[in-house]
């Protein structure tokens, strides 16, 4: 029997049979294959807003080693201070998107971790105490400084906990529960930052990963000022290449 006749011999595939073959498979495959590597293995988070001004800028798009994380989940290693964590608030404080009311998305957030499980976190005057040592903060404060803009004399500059809905102040010193992680954005301006002084310290299961690189865009403009009156930045001067690893600025 020629192949034309043992074609023509074959009983014609249902649509159900085909549409399986060759869309549902093929595609589900794909799908899932993505959902495996940024489960994972790795996946990019863009960053959105100016909480991490100077640090990272709106529009840029970070690299997070999944994997780590999960690694992290089996007791192998630990995040430490100065790692850029992106993690899910407590679904009270995010800025929740509702889909027709049947699904809520509570979008992520990107932060610097201060404070470990069981750090003493105090804050006076703008500056940041860990167990009683004033961390060194020039990473991001000699950029505010020079901005004029640094907050030294909100609530949110001299407490470590306030309240979130009313702002008033709670602790000036905070001890960082078991299993969670204080927070804060590198934008230090009165109100540069939801963070943990507002939020409270974040659970670790929340944490989906760290920032480990910015991988887009390519090139940035490298001048970078602060409007403080608008809370706006402004961007000029030549550009230069963007591809970068982000570093802890805190001694290891």
């Known amino acids: 029997m020629t192949q034309d006749n043992a074609s023509a011999a074959r009983p014609p595939q249902s649509f159900l049979a085909k549409l399986w073959r060759e869309i549902i498979r093929p595609y589900g495959e794909a799908i899932l294959f993505?959902?495996?590597?940024?489960?994972?293995?790795?996946?990019?988070?863009?960053?959105?807003?100016?909480?991490?001004?100077?640090?990272?800028?709106?529009?840029?798009?970070?690299?997070?080693?999944?994997?780590?994380?999960?690694?992290?989940?089996?007791?192998?290693?630990?995040?430490?201070?100065?790692?850029?964590?992106?993690?899910?608030?407590?679904?009270?404080?995010?800025?929740?998107?509702?889909?027709?009311?049947?699904?809520?998305?509570?979008?992520?957030?990107?932060?610097r971790l201060i404070g470990l499980p069981g750090d003493r976190i105090r804050i006076e005057q703008g500056e940041v105490f860990v167990n009683g040592e004033k961390i060194d903060q020039s990473f991001t404060t000699d950029f505010w400084q020079k901005q004029g803009c640094w907050d030294t004399g909100s609530v949110l500059a001299n407490y470590a906990r306030s309240d979130l809905r009313s702002g008033q102040p709670l602790e000036q010193e905070y001890t960082v529960p078991q299993g969670h992680y204080f927070v804060m954005g590198d934008n230090r301006t009165a109100s540069g930052s939801t963070d943990s002084r507002l939020l409270g310290a974040i659970p670790i299961q929340n944490v989906?990963?760290?920032?480990?690189?910015?991988?887009?865009?390519?090139?940035?403009?490298?001048?970078?000022?602060?409007?403080?009156?608008?809370?706006?930045?402004?961007?000029?001067?030549?550009?230069?290449?963007?591809?970068?690893?982000?570093?802890?600025?805190?001694?290891?």
Not at 58 to 83: A, C, N, V
């Open 34 to 111: 993505a959902v495996l590597i940024t489960t994972f293995l790795f996946t990019l988070t863009g960053v959105e807003g100016h909480s991490m001004t100077p640090s990272l800028r709106t529009g840029e798009r970070m690299f997070i080693p999944k994997y780590e994380t999960w690694l992290h989940r089996m007791g192998i290693g630990s995040f430490q201070r100065g790692d850029i964590l992106v993690f899910k608030p407590p679904v009270e404080a995010g800025d929740r998107v509702s889909f027709f009311g049947l699904w809520d998305y509570n979008p992520t957030l990107v932060k």
């Open 208 to 252: 989906f990963g760290r920032a480990t690189a910015i991988v887009w865009p390519v090139v940035r403009k490298v001048d970078e000022t602060y409007d403080c009156a608008s809370g706006q930045p402004q961007l000029s001067g030549d550009w230069a290449l963007n591809l970068r690893v982000l570093h802890s600025p805190f001694a290891r």
